[in-house]
Structure formats: structure tokens, C-alpha cells
């Protein structure tokens, strides 16, 4: 959200909302991570894993940013970006009454792992256990994902939960908690690559990731008593509404 916010409404230049994306994300991660895996929200092992994934695919992103700025291009990340963000919405509306997913067996892989484990919801009132299920095409999305957060200086949390959610087959809260702790690791890799472009400025990045932390705190507080369809009907028409303006404004209509 804070990039298509800093083109918009204070007409940041795209690279630089990039590079401050970046800072964000790093900021928000560092300040949830404790509070969810104080809750056993955050799955650190199966976290640990997708990483080997989403870095490379990050330092694959930032690198295709910088060649297309330096191209005059960045117009083109505004209309993808937006893009992204409407191509993330047809899931969340699809798993909108989904509370829990159904047990799926394990693979190979998460079997030797031990992706597996429980925390209590406090929705629910009630202990929820868990364990990983398709390892290969979770790797695949969590690249993909990866890139994008290289590309765009986002999270790409909503792909990471899909991978989370869809092929791993974990609960919402846990995907978004341990989403939460990978775009940490994401972003570090993206943001050395923007720093040595020169796309990250600090006058922009530092209120920005300070507001931004707050948030988050709070956001951490809550999510644990929050249902999983009350989260998602809060987003999706936030998300819609940027997507279209992002892409306007690299039409050059904004």
C-alpha cells in the first residue's frame, strides 16, 4: 500500500517509493515478528525454508527495476504494480468464508521437515493444529513472489499467504504471521540493490517506515482476535481502489 500512496498522493517519484518501500517493509517485519511468534503465530522453520526461494527471486526483481528506471521505463512498473495488485483479488474473494482449511497429507518433503504445529485462536476459542503440505509448488509461487517484491518494493505478503494458504495448507493466521516474518528477510536482499542504485532516500523512507511500524504493532495486537473473513473484507476493495489508481497515474492519467 505505501508506494501506490507515495506516487499518488505526494507524486513520489516511482523508484524512490520503491527504495522507501523497501525501508517499510523491513521496518514493519521487525516490528510484528516478536509479537507473533511470542503467539506461535509464526512458523520460523517453514519460514526459514520458503526463503531460499523468495531472496533469489528478490535480487532478481530489484536488479529488473533499476534497468527499467534507468530506461525511462518506470511507468511501466506503475501499470504492472497495479496489475499485481488486481490479480490478488479473485483468491481473497474465493477464500472469503474459509475460517480453517481441511487437513491435506503431507508431502515427502514437509514430512522430513517437520512442517507441522498449533497455537491457540482466540476467535475461536480453541487450539488449532497445523502441518505443511505441497513443498514444490509452494517454492515455485514463493520465487515468483520474490520477484515481484524485488520489482516493486512490497511485500508480496499476499503471495506468500497464497503459497502459505493454498499449497501449504496452513491456517490464514499462521500464513499471514509467517508472511509477515519472511517479507523481513525479502526486503533486505531488495533493499541492498535499490541502496546501490541510489533509490533509497532517507527524508522519504524514515517517517514513512516509522508510521508504517506503528501500524504494524497494532495490527499484531489485533489480528490474533480478528476472523479471517473480517480481514480479508477489510482489504479487498483497499486494494482494488489503489490498483486502479496506480494504473492510471502510469497511463498518465493521474
Same mark, same amino acid.
Given at each position: 500500500?505505501?508506494?501506490?500512496?507515495?506516487?499518488?498522493?505526494?507524486?513520489?517519484?516511482?523508484?524512490?517509493?520503491?527504495?522507501?518501500?523497501?525501508?517499510?517493509?523491513?521496518?514493519?517485519?521487525?516490528? /510484528?515478528?516478536? +509479537?507473533?511468534?511470542?503467539?506461535?503465530?509464526?512458523?520460523?522453520?517453514? =519460514? %526459514? $525454508?520458503?526463503?531460499? !526461494?523468495? #531472496?533469489?527471486?528478490?535480487?532478481?526483481?530489484?536488479?529488473?527495476?533499476?534497468?527499467?528506471?534507468?530506461?525511462?521505463?518506470?511507468?511501466?512498473?506503475?501499470?504492472?504494480?497495479?496489475?499485481?495488485l488486481l490479480?490478488?483479488?479473485?483468491?481473497?474473494?474465493?477464500?472469503?468464508?474459509?475460517?480453517?482449511?481441511?487437513?491435506?497429507?503431507?508431502?515427502?518433503?514437509?514430512?522430513?521437515?517437520?512442517?507441522?504445529?498449533?497455537?491457540?485462536?482466540?476467535?475461536?476459542?480453541?487450539?488449532?493444529?497445523?502441518q505443511g503440505?505441497? /513443498?514444490?509448488? +509452494?517454492?515455485?509461487?514463493?520465487?515468483?513472489?520474490?520477484?515481484?517484491? =524485488? %520489482? $516493486?518494493?512490497?511485500? !508480496?505478503? #499476499?503471495?506468500?499467504?497464497?503459497?502459505?494458504?493454498?499449497?501449504?495448507?496452513?491456517?490464514?493466521?499462521?500464513?499471514?504471521?509467517?508472511?509477515?516474518?519472511?517479507?523481513?528477510?525479502?526486503?533486505?536482499?531488495?533493499?541492498?540493490?535499490?541502496?546501490?542504485?541510489?533509490?533509497?532516500?532517507?527524508?522519504?523512507?524514515?517517517?514513512?517506515?516509522?508510521?508504517?511500524?506503528?501500524?504494524?504493532?497494532?495490527?499484531?495486537?489485533?489480528?490474533?482476535?480478528?476472523?479471517?473473513?473480517?480481514?480479508?473484507?477489510?482489504?479487498?476493495?483497499?486494494?482494488?481502489?489503489?490498483?486502479?489508481?496506480?494504473?492510471?497515474?502510469?497511463?498518465?492519467?493521474?
Amino acid at each position: 500500500m505505501v508506494i501506490p500512496l507515495l506516487v499518488i498522493l505526494f507524486s513520489v517519484a516511482t523508484p524512490i517509493a520503491i527504495g522507501a518501500g523497501f525501508v517499510t517493509i523491513l521496518a514493519t517485519s521487525s516490528a /510484528t515478528g516478536s +509479537a507473533y511468534v511470542r503467539d506461535r503465530l509464526s512458523d520460523l522453520r517453514i =519460514g %526459514m $525454508f520458503l526463503e531460499i !526461494a523468495t #531472496v533469489p527471486g528478490a535480487l532478481i526483481g530489484a536488479t529488473v527495476t533499476v534497468f527499467l528506471t534507468h530506461a525511462n521505463l518506470a511507468s511501466l512498473l506503475l501499470i504492472a504494480l497495479g496489475a499485481v495488485l488486481l490479480a490478488t483479488i479473485p483468491g481473497a474473494i474465493a477464500r472469503r468464508h474459509i475460517e480453517l482449511p481441511p487437513p491435506k497429507a503431507q508431502d515427502a518433503r514437509s514430512q522430513r521437515l517437520g512442517f507441522r504445529g498449533e497455537y491457540y485462536d482466540e476467535a475461536l476459542e480453541q487450539n488449532v493444529e497445523y502441518q505443511g503440505a505441497r /513443498t514444490n509448488p +509452494a517454492l515455485g509461487v514463493m520465487f515468483g513472489a520474490g520477484v515481484v517484491s =524485488g %520489482m $516493486f518494493g512490497i511485500g !508480496a505478503g #499476499v503471495f506468500k499467504v497464497f503459497a502459505l494458504e493454498r499449497f501449504l495448507n496452513l491456517p490464514m493466521k499462521v500464513s499471514t504471521a509467517t508472511s509477515n516474518f519472511m517479507i523481513g528477510v525479502t526486503a533486505a536482499a531488495g533493499t541492498g540493490v535499490m541502496f546501490s542504485a541510489g533509490y533509497v532516500n532517507p527524508v522519504i523512507a524514515a517517517p514513512v517506515a516509522i508510521g508504517t511500524a506503528a501500524g504494524a504493532f497494532l495490527g499484531s495486537r489485533l489480528l490474533p482476535g480478528l476472523r479471517n473473513q473480517t480481514v480479508r473484507l477489510v482489504f479487498m476493495p483497499v486494494v482494488a481502489i489503489l490498483a486502479i489508481e496506480v494504473i492510471l497515474r502510469g497511463l498518465g492519467y493521474g
